[in-house]
DNA sequence: GATGAATGAGGGTTCATTCAT
DNA sequence: CATGAATGAACCCTCATTCAT
């Protein structure tokens, strides 16, 4: 099994800096030191080793939402610090499987569908946080949630992948100026 | 010369809705109502047809940002108005260009260099009014504006190419949570 | 009538220089500042206008043959100086009308024709010639013009073509060494 | 590897009768039993496969050419014997490769070169015989060098192609008349 | 588990040539 | 006399995919 794990790997590589069209079967093989037919005996076809690695992304991606709501009922943090954690470990995933979120997030015709479930799980949150009156209640969380993602979208790219800046501090900032926007407080 | 501009425009419909490479020389051509020998009469290749596209997606860009920076002197405007409309007319102008901003914006490889450009009009600009101590003296204006070409980029694709919105209430709503943020004001 | 003489001057030049396929009737009009039709209203095609240099060219290496013949009769020179005055005739020309030689004599499809209606002609001559004891009785005269035609076709494009012989001098030397060889005379 | 043999000797083939622009690679595997992208296997392009044809005629003739100066020391055969020979042996090899002759010595971009390359070799050989004073001191012997070369050329297409001599033939009566000229010797 | 050898299907591009004006 | 606009006919080449071994 181990020959699929290395092209599995190679073509990550190849689909993320190439894209999907550019990329061929034979670089991939090639690459892995194996020849076309051997391909063949582990994907079905050039489509689907792609499938498999944007539902990799998709899965893993889903499972770390996941695990971020296990903990809220015994979790101490407040609730920008538990926000924050939260999108610093999606932000984490984005740094640590570049090519993945390259193919997933970006490239792949599903990137949108991926985005938007993204969207959807974000909104509902923050609607039940809205609920506890944390947030100001006229608030379009569709549209906070939407704005969230098109900002992980981009810093992701220019600022994680260019290794500017950590998933942390990133996190951080985020979730700061979501908080307080751009006009000073007065009482401050 | 209007044999090229049907061409641009069937073109145009066919790489946005297809993308560069499922998208074929010879149903542009089909669908215009020529022959492929036609194509090569007005266009060196497929590459040169797509980058006229996208040049032309980002020269009507750069005019609109241009444009939105001629009026601030004679501008009775507040600075929150002036955003907003600038915001609202690449808005609108995305929603009349449906396929050209699907091909300039989303799809192109020349997208991240466009969007960069966006950034660091828009951070200057930010920078300029931040001089004049009517924002937050502490904020990273570069994660501001990266943070609104990505608030531009989901919004104008769920929202505006779906009809869901219209550009000057998406303006409006994307300018307000940017001024105020989440966390509801006291004085208020 | 000058349109015609234009596009067959230029023609020769491009058909010379790169030959019948990679001379392009594109690049033919546009040199002489015409447009495509224009050409079909003087020549009905390519292969056409390619067999009319051709043949141009075929008609004057005859003439220049058939004039060769008149003067015999009236002429005191003797029989070495003869030949090399029409071999030096035919250098000349050659060197006069280099592009029409390298078509006619060297790229056309036709050129093994031309060579060998040239070794018929100067065969009989030879013949006639050796009637006279003027030759060695044993020599093979159709060899001898075979040879004389390669000669001339190596050196007209080594020696003449590049301005490194005349064709008076080139004529002179090639003459005194079909006369009388490579190993010296005991006599001298 | 019998694939690749095949498609050269069928290339071959082709080339040598049609040329170079009217011979397709469609017709060339259809010939040899395949279909296109089989000859991708082989040939990087159509401009590869002649190249390599035009090299393999360029590598055997100068093989030929060095071959037919390893014997001089233990060669008890008189100068002329051995110019036979020598001239014997390129003529048999042009007469046994027709394909291969007809491409690298008459039709392609190189001929001019491989030519040139010829008539430097035999010149080079030609001006060492003449300082053992075998040949008149006041020959000229690049000039005689080009007039062979001509004649091989004229006399391979001629009467090697037709079968109307055979190269040792042909290369006796070449010989004997480069060295005694068309003037017969008075002491006869 | 792996490969050498081959192909089906299709895409981009070029060029001589024509017709209506 | 000349052209703007268009095309018929080919050709080279690529790539995912398969089959027999």
Redesign the interface.
Known sequence: MESKECLLSIAAEEFAEKG??KATISTIVKRAGFTQPTFYLYFTSKEHIYSELVQSFQEKLEQLTVDSRLEPELNTDSLPERITKSLSAILQFFADHPHLTKIGFYESEEA?NI??SM?DQIRENLIFEQQNN????Q??ME??A??L???????T???LFSNEATAVGLAK??VD???????????K
């Open positions: 999907y069209f949108t985005k938007q969207v944390y947030f100001s209640g608030l379009n549209l906070v939407q704005v993602v098109g900002a992980i979208e981009r810093l790219i220019t600022k900032e985020i100026f979501f908080l307080y926007g751009m006009v000073p407080r007065e009482t």
